[in-house]
């Protein structure tokens, strides 16, 4: 079985408008890879589609998770076949608690007699939230409902912590945290780096690289990736900007 | 036996057996309800064209196919009694079937020493006439169920008293279970709540059938008097099978400085009718009127409420949130009443709806009638639908579609469950709601 999540040649179009032009793009179980690139070149998009919202037409192309195409799968068995989405803008759920929501989403992947223990779920929810520093009390607070910016980007990595998806791609977690919070969420995705997850971490600044350190970054400009490299290459991008990107961006259409 | 021949009606006939069965009640008791019967029959049969009925189904009011006066065989009433266990710690209990009394557990010898009274309606009746003369059926339907009020004002047998003396504060909830068991019975379930100045009390009334299949009807009436600076906390679930016709009429008076909660989960009956009036008569009152409905299939839930203010300083809060499966359909009718006296009022009404499919339908007429010059007051109503992108944020996290639509209607009605004081009551109606919808995966 191959290990790694394979994005090949993916066309997306919203409406009639084509955002994702043969994206391609692989990253191997173990790793953490890194988009950059400016507003608007589709990076959303790719998160969106690989997740399989249903506004995000799919012409053609496919996503594999370790061999096995995921295109005909509904989001929710995305999810469960080890993919996750880390929303830019996490949804707001009234009434349902974080603890019952990520029970829910739990005992969504246990056969349908079984449910999880209760004693032992909690055991593990507190000491992921203690690593994420999020208050305990939180767990009877309803989901993203009146959250601080920061509040909302650590629930999603608590939620990432208690799925343990195989790959997990984080659009733009960096937007509207500080410096402490970002740390936070940072630490919180390192300590599940390994050899069982692979990560996409899609953001703009290179800010949130410095304590995520990729293995490769890829720079995407109107929707596909124009230059991949090591982790050196974000601070190439910050150096020289973006109008660089567009730049790379005509090379790679001549070529 | 009935004579063919006789013009006289079904139900006159049937109310004629009911007062002979009275046999030992109080001839005045016997005769507020002759009288009682006798408005029944003068009260014209509701129809769409009136105000108080716009948008409700009037067709089958007639009741043609109720057993009133029916004598009840009961044969499983000690499974019905366990199943009577919302409340593990209560202060009092009443489990009646068909208005029979199955069990009652009576108040402790303290609570009696300091003068509380909790009585079947048939003792009050002839033990605590007094206080049944000053206080039963005194708040006048005003929400357009007169006919039905008076009906229930003659057939009524049974039900709870609840009286609590001055400065009495009781913590244990009473409870008051209400089985409707044969088919084709009618029930008539009566809580009437009086506090006196600063006491402080908790009920709850649960309305439930033994079995899923026999068609029914009910028509109760809860009535509170709270007094000065007293605080009552009334609870009513209502989860009546699917092919029962129910009434409720529920009114309460709030006195200087009292605080009245009441709160309704209503998840039954193929047609149910909800009246809620909150008189706020006196200064400093603080009123709560909270309701959930979840209705499906066919289901028709009607609710009409008024908030009348006529003292000043006064709070109102109203907060009515339906959900609508299948081919529901809920109408929300409130209105406002701010007396010109009513000075400093604040009072809010809010009706939410939430469709959860093309074909439900949920009305909703909100309505403000200020005379006063110096009140805050606010309605709203909302009708919406799920939005898909909250579906899709737990879709991602790969909850079902089903699952995901179910947790977004728990969490509705939160803001409403929560609100319930007695824990293992709110944890009941979590359980009565998570079922109906266990029961449409089933089918």
């Known amino acids: 079985m191959s290990n790694k999540l394979e994005i090949k040649n993916l066309n997306v179009s919203i409406g009639d408008k084509q955002i994702l032009k043969d994206f391609s793009l692989t990253v191997p179980k173990g790793e953490v890879h890194a988009i950059m690139g400016p507003n608007g070149t589709g990076k959303s998009t790719l998160a969106k589609a690989i997740a399989g919202h249903p506004d995000y037409e799919v012409t053609s192309g496919e996503v594999i998770v370790d061999g096995e195409s995921i295109m005909d799968m509904e989001a929710d068995e995305r999810s469960r076949a080890g993919l996750f989405l880390a929303f830019q803008y996490p949804m707001e759920i009234p009434g349902v608690t974080i603890a019952n929501f990520i029970r829910a989403a739990l005992n969504a992947r246990l056969p349908e007699d079984e449910e999880l223990n209760a004693p032992d779920y909690y055991k593990s929810l507190y000491a992921k939230m203690d690593m994420l520093k999020i208050d305990r009390k939180f767990t009877a607070r309803s989901v993203n409902d009146g959250f601080s910016g920061g509040e909302k980007k650590r629930c999603e990595i608590l939620q990432m912590a208690m799925l343990e998806p195989k790959y997990a791609v984080l659009d733009e977690t960096d937007s509207g945290l500080d410096i402490d919070a970002l740390k936070i969420v940072a630490e919180g995705v390192n300590s599940m780096r390994g050899p069982n997850l692979g990560a996409l971490v899609i953001t703009h600044y290179q800010r949130l690289l410095d304590y995520i350190i990729p293995d490769v970054v890829h720079v995407m400009y109107d929707g596909r990736i124009v230059k991949s490299g090591p982790k050196e290459l974000a601070l190439e991008l910050e150096s020289r900007g973006y109008e660089w990107v567009k730049e790379l961006a005509g090379e790679v259409a001549a070529s | ?443």
């Open chain 2, 1 to 443: 036996m009935s004579e063919s021949s006789d013009a006289i009606s079904p139900i006159k006939e049937a109310f004629n057996r009911h007062i002979e069965d009275l046999d030992t009640a109080p001839s005045w008791w016997k005769k507020s309800k002759s009288e009682a019967f006798d408005t029944f029959e003068s009260i014209a049969l509701p129809t769409r064209r009136d105000e108080p009925w716009r948008f409700a189904t009037v067709k089958g009011l007639e009741l043609t196919d109720v057993r009133f006066a029916a004598l009840p065989s009961i044969s499983d009433a000690a499974s019905l009694v366990a199943r009577s266990n919302f409340i593990e710690n209560f202060s009092g209990r009443f489990v009646f079937g068909d208005d029979q009394t199955l069990q009652a557990d009576r108040i402790s010898p303290e609570l009696a020493e300091k003068g509380v009274i909790w009585a079947p309606f048939r003792e009050a009746v002839s033990k605590h006439g007094d206080i049944v003369k000053d206080y039963f059926m005194k708040q006048e339907a005003a929400l357009g169920s007169e006919k039905f009020a008076a009906l229930h004002r003659a057939f009524m047998e049974n039900g709870a008293l609840l009286y609590v003396p001055r400065g009495v504060e009781i913590e244990d909830a009473f409870v008051v279970y209400n089985w409707s068991i044969n088919a084709g019975s009618a029930i008539f379930p009566h809580t009437l709540v009086i506090t006196e100045d600063l006491a402080k009390v908790k009920l709850v009334e649960a309305n439930l059938s033994a079995t899923e299949d026999a068609a029914a009807f009910s028509c109760g009436v809860n009535h509170i008097f709270a007094g000065v600076g007293s605080t009552v906390d009334y609870t009513l679930l209502q989860n009546f099978n699917e092919q029962t016709l129910g009434f409720q009429i529920n009114s309460n008076v709030a006195g200087k400085d009292s605080n009245v909660k009441t709160i309704s989960v209503n998840v039954g009956c193929k047609r149910y009718r909800s009246e809620t009036h909150g008189q706020i008569k006196g200064a400093g009152s603080k009123v709560e009127m909270l309701s959930l409905a979840v209705a499906d299939h066919d289901q028709e839930i009607d609710q009409r409420t008024l908030q009348t203010h006529s003292a000043p300083n006064a709070v109102s809060d109203l907060l009515f949130k339906n959900a609508l499966v299948d081919n529901a359909r809920t109408i929300f009718s409130g209105l406002i009443k701010v007396d010109p006296g009513a000075q400093q009022t604040d009072a809010y009404q809010t009706n939410r709806n939430l469709l959860l499919s093309g074909t439900a339908e949920a009305n909703s007429l909100p309505g403000l009638e200020i005379d006063a010059n110096d009140v805050k007051c606010s309605h709203g109503a909302t009708t919406s639908q799920i939005e898909d992108e909250e579906i899709f944020y737990m879709l991602a996290r790969g909850i079902t579609r089903e699952k995901a639509q179910e947790l977004i209607v728990y969490g509705f009605f939160e803001e409403i469950l929560e609100r319930i004081s007695c824990e293992t009551v709110a944890e009941n109606a979590r359980q009565i709601i998570q079922d109906k919808f266990k029961k449409r995966l089933s089918k």
